[in-house]
């Protein structure tokens, strides 16, 4: 007889995970040292709440809601997102709503957890989130599964949804269904959707507040809400500290400023906004960060173009420049207009230019992928074209160049949505739109529709360069676009994701629902609670 297998600790977990109160007799004997580890850790979180409890009780008692307080759901998932909305809960029940978070236990989104895991992280969880009752109802999704199947409709929205998941998480976009991240994320992202159809059925809360809502369970839920006809608020964080951006009703990640620039587009900027944008983009240009801004965004230090065309060994034919986007990055996916995806444009582009010697055409990968672990997008280029012709120049992601001085040598720009191509514009260097960027077809762009339509464009170079100059009207319209963007568009709001412990410090709870906090952050508290945002 063949001796038994070796149980792993993998092994153990997958077999108490399913015997009934496994997890809750672990958590009972161990509960006084803490978190599990690998689990989420709140215990600061379960320090403060007793005090931020306190503070939305004293704020309830001096504050006097406008109008009807509303029930308002919030869902979540990782412990940063989770801290998040709690925090923004507790302030939502400080101006008077009805408030309850809903969650999954889940820490990674692209790793498996076996249910024992999951179990405990979930009794952890609500151990520690009732204590913010009265204020804010925690409601823990695990487990809790419709009847109902998944409808068709929603089917066909997961299913996609799952592929931008798996493109967002291994960075790249060729994605098969039979792909082990892939079935992770459809497996994860229709239980996402089961649990919060079961909850907003019976719930029916007026609002339901989710953050991003374009890429995992955020978008499932995101997508069930729709469904059940549940009004959503969708948000996400601008690179402003202490703003953020929202959208009743819409994916905010699809950064919709239409409403915003038809109100704005003929208001000239004043003295002071024009002085503002000027010294944001100055500032955007240096390898630091600046001011109240949250990233940094060159690595190296302008040196000017006529240094950048001696060390690229440029000549002085026409320079076509091409910034990609990170491989992979949500404000990508999904936004094609023509091709099938940024690489399927980048690819056909270079073959393309690799036709035009009589152009030099240089793409600058995106320093951001620095930060990342998945492929580059040079490595894709190279793997696609291994040979370049000499007047084609790749700059990768580690070369010391900074953007704006490649800008600034541009005859001539192509971007598929990243903010390079706005402020190519600024810069007065006309420039082609190609996927479905925020600032496409707000006057002071190229924004052709089709394949034929973009290399009609193209042909047309070098001859036509002298049709597409910037005008001084659109140059003053892409920056009047610009501070609308990066100035009105965004929110005021006290916390930002990625500044939480040093934003508390300046804006406790008690002082954000105190008189001086309201005046500040009141209105985004009440478009968080659905009220419509009039420019």
């Excluded at 759901?73 to 408030?99: D, N």
């Excluded at 309850?100 to 989130?129: C, E, M, T, V």
């Excluded at 492929?375 to 120049?393: D, F, K, N, Q, V």
């Excluded at 629902?513 to 009039?534: C, I, M, N, R, Y």
Aim: hydrophobic letters at 40%.
């Amino acid at each position: 007889m063949s001796p038994e297998p070796a149980l792993t600790s993998a092994k153990i977990k997958e077999r108490l995970g399913d015997l009934p109160l496994a997890a809750e007799l672990y958590w009972m004997l161990r509960r006084e040292n803490g978190p599990a580890s690998g689990g989420y850790n709140f215990e600061t979180v379960r320090q403060n709440l007793p005090g931020w409890r306190a503070e939305v009780e004293q704020a309830r008692e001096k504050i006097t809601p406008v109008g009807s307080p509303r029930r308002i759901g919030l869902f979540s998932i990782q412990a940063f997102w989770i801290r998040h909305q709690l925090l923004m809960g507790l302030a939502l029940a400080g101006v008077g709503h009805q408030v309850s978070l809903a969650y999954l236990p889940h820490g990674k989104y692209f790793r498996a957890a076996s249910n024992f895991d999951l179990r405990r992280q979930d009794i952890y969880l609500k151990d520690i989130l009732g204590l913010a009752r009265p204020f804010v109802e925690p409601v823990s999704l695990y487990r809790m599964h419709s009847k109902k199947a998944l409808p068709d409709s929603l089917k066909a929205r997961i299913a996609d949804l799952s592929t931008r998941d798996s493109q967002y998480i291994l960075q790249r976009e060729d994605i098969s269904p039979e792909s082990e991240i892939y079935r992770l994320r459809y497996e994860r992202n229709t239980t996402a959707a089961l649990s919060a159809m079961a909850w907003l059925e019976k719930a029916r809360p007026d609002l339901l507040i989710i953050p991003n809502g374009s890429i995992m369970e955020y978008e499932a839920v995101y997508y069930t809400a729709h469904y059940l006809g549940v009004d959503t608020v969708t948000y996400e964080f601008s690179e402003l500290s202490q703003r953020i951006w929202l959208a009743i009703n819409a994916d905010v990640m699809r950064q919709d400023t239409n409403e915003l620039w038809n109100k704005r587009r003929d208001q000239p900027l004043t003295e002071a906004q024009w002085d503002a944008i000027r010294t944001l983009f100055a500032a955007r240009k240096k390898p630091q960060l600046w001011e109240n801004f949250v990233f940094r965004y060159q690595g190296a230090v302008s040196e000017g173009a006529q240094h950048l065309r001696a060390s690229l060994g440029l000549d002085q034919r026409p320079l076509v420049l091409l910034p990609t986007n990170v491989l992979g990055d949500s404000v990508t996916l999904g936004r094609q207009v023509f091709s099938q995806s940024m690489t399927d444009w980048i690819l056909r582009s270079i073959q393309y230019f690799a036709q035009r010697p009589d152009l030099q055409f240089v793409i600058r990968i995106h320093p951001g992928e620095l930060m990342l672990d998945g492929p580059s997008m040079a490595e894709i280029i190279c793997r696609e074209l291994p040979t370049l012709p000499s007047h084609i120049h790749l700059v990768r992601a580690d070369e010391k160049v900074n953007t704006y001085d490649l800008i600034e040598a541009a005859d001539f720009g192509l971007v598929y949505t990243t903010t390079a191509g706005l402020e190519m514009a600024m810069c007065g260097v006309p420039v082609v739109v190609a996927g479905s960027a925020h600032y496409r077809q707000r006057g002071f762009t190229l924004d052709p529709q089709s394949w034929e339509a973009y290399l009609a464009l193209l042909d047309s170079l070098p001859v036509g360069l002298q049709d597409y100059r910037m005008t001084q009207e659109k140059v003053e319209l892409a920056w009047n676009y610009a501070y609308r963007y990066f100035y009105e568009f965004p929110h005021p709001y006290p916390w930002h994701l990625y500044n939480m412990d040093k934003d508390l410090h300046e804006w406790p709870l008690s002082r954000v629902l105190s008189q001086d906090g309201l005046e500040k952050f009141g209105a985004t508290l009440d478009h968080l609670a659905g009220k419509p945002v009039t420019w």
